[in-house]
């Protein structure tokens, strides 16, 4: 759970234990807030429009000992109240003056099976946002000229900073660690099938999707420079937050190298959002959280939340990757003769169509081994896209 900067959250906090309610209703699309590009983190979804939330508000109670009144919370804002369960004490939870991340508390899976119906409160002053103990910088380690680290978040267990701030467009980088991934599937579509298992190196994945704001970042320095100016999104008459729409591949491309990055391989995509578990989804293997489809500015899902911070991978904007898409690239992967074929896998290098680049997110039942191939030369008017840079191993 993440604290506003001058906004307060009130919220009864009842048990460890938080079973979901409301998850089968249909979000409306979230406000759109007027936040910089380079905010550590976004605001929580708005009540009725995101996970762990229901249409009914908890009620204002009497005083509790040692707690606020309860015009307090008759006074705030409802889409910032949240119930935990069970019977409890009031607790305010005030981000006035800001809180280091390291001192914030998440949400987390309560059980070995990471089912989305059951949670507990975690303390994180001591943990590392992707697992293990926070540790200090790698010897030698520097980052690439053009990214910088954020100091707040600390360091991983391997000593790569957790977060790094790309200053070409102000956007900030969540790191996922060298290991092992789960990609594809074994119950899925035929398209996912067989379940393949992909080392990767460390990378660092754009924490947000790519905004219209971003973007226009991005055209007004070439029309500066007097080179060609990309086109703009389809949907660039829409709020700046929302993620930039409807770009071919290629100008998704040029707008990664520009920044210093790339685009993400489908299995870079599949492990920023399903973690080494595989889970199915970034919160878990419990129940799908939305029934609908709909584009909001970044990172308003709050659930929508990857084990390393990212957001929007199951949801909004489908996103490009990297890769030629082949419907039977999994089975292809598994017959490869080469041992390593699979280390830092970017799918299939000859493909029956030339054009087709794989597209992920928005799957059914919002799973993340969905996936798809779309023409990289046409605009489609609900793909988007985001960016990583990649650390390869032994780099000091």
């Given at each position: 759970m993440r604290s506003l900067p001058r906004?307060?959250?009130?919220?009864?906090l009842l048990a460890l234990c938080l079973p979901l309610?409301?998850?089968?209703?249909?979000?409306?699309?979230?406000p759109v807030t007027s936040v910089a590009s380079t905010r550590p983190v976004p605001p929580p979804s708005p009540a009725g429009t995101g996970p762990g939330t229901s249409q009914s508000q908890p009620k204002p109670q009497s005083k509790p000992s040692g707690g606020k009144t309860s015009s307090l919370v008759a006074n705030v804002d409802p889409r910032f109240l949240f119930v935990v369960s069970g019977p409890g004490q009031l607790v305010e939870v005030d981000a006035d003056p800001p809180v280091s991340p390291a001192n914030k508390f998440e949400v987390t899976s309560a059980d070995q099976l990471y089912d989305s119906t059951q949670f507990v409160v975690n303390a994180t002053a001591s943990q590392s946002l992707s697992g293990g103990?926070?540790?200090?910088?790698?010897a030698g380690f520097t980052l690439p000229p053009g990214f910088e680290e954020v100091r707040e978040y600390g360091f991983t267990p391997e000593g790569y900073p957790q977060r790094i701030l790309c200053t070409k467009n102000g956007t900030q980088l969540a790191c996922v660690p060298a290991g092992p991934a789960i990609v594809g599937s074994d119950i899925g579509p035929d398209v996912s099938r067989p379940s393949i298992t992909v080392e990767l190196d460390t990378y660092y994945m754009q924490v947000l999707e790519v905004t219209i704001q971003d973007f226009e970042?991005?055209?007004?320095?070439?029309?500066?420079?007097k080179k060609t100016v990309p086109p703009a999104p389809l949907n660039a008459s829409s709020p700046p937050q929302l993620p930039a729409l409807g770009?071919?591949?290629?100008?998704a491309v040029n707008y990664a190298k520009w920044a210093g990055m790339e685009l993400p391989t489908e299995a870079e995509f599949e492990k920023a959002a399903r973690g080494t578990h595989g889970l199915r989804t970034p919160w878990g293997d419990g129940r799908p959280l939305w029934a609908e489809r709909t584009i909001s500015a970044t990172g308003v899902f709050a659930a929508d939340r990857s084990p390393?911070?990212?957001?929007?991978?199951a949801g909004n904007a489908s996103e490009w990757c990297a890769d030629l898409y082949s419907a039977?690239?999994?089975e292809e992967a598994v017959n490869s003769i080469s041992k390593d074929s699979l280390k830092n896998w970017s799918g299939p290098k000859k493909v029956r169509d030339m054009n087709l680049r794989v597209v992920k997110g928005n799957g059914e039942n919002w799973s993340i081994w969905h996936r798809t191939g779309k023409d990289m030369g046409k605009a489609h008017g609900d793909v988007g896209f985001r960016c990583v840079l990649r650390i390869p191993r032994g780099t000091k």
């Open positions: 906004r307060r959250i009130v919220g009864t309610v409301g998850c089968s209703k249909t979000p409306t699309e979230a103990t926070a540790v200090e910088r790698k970042r991005y055209r007004v320095e070439m029309r500066e420079k770009l071919p591949w290629g100008i390393y911070g990212i957001y929007d991978l039977t690239a999994h």
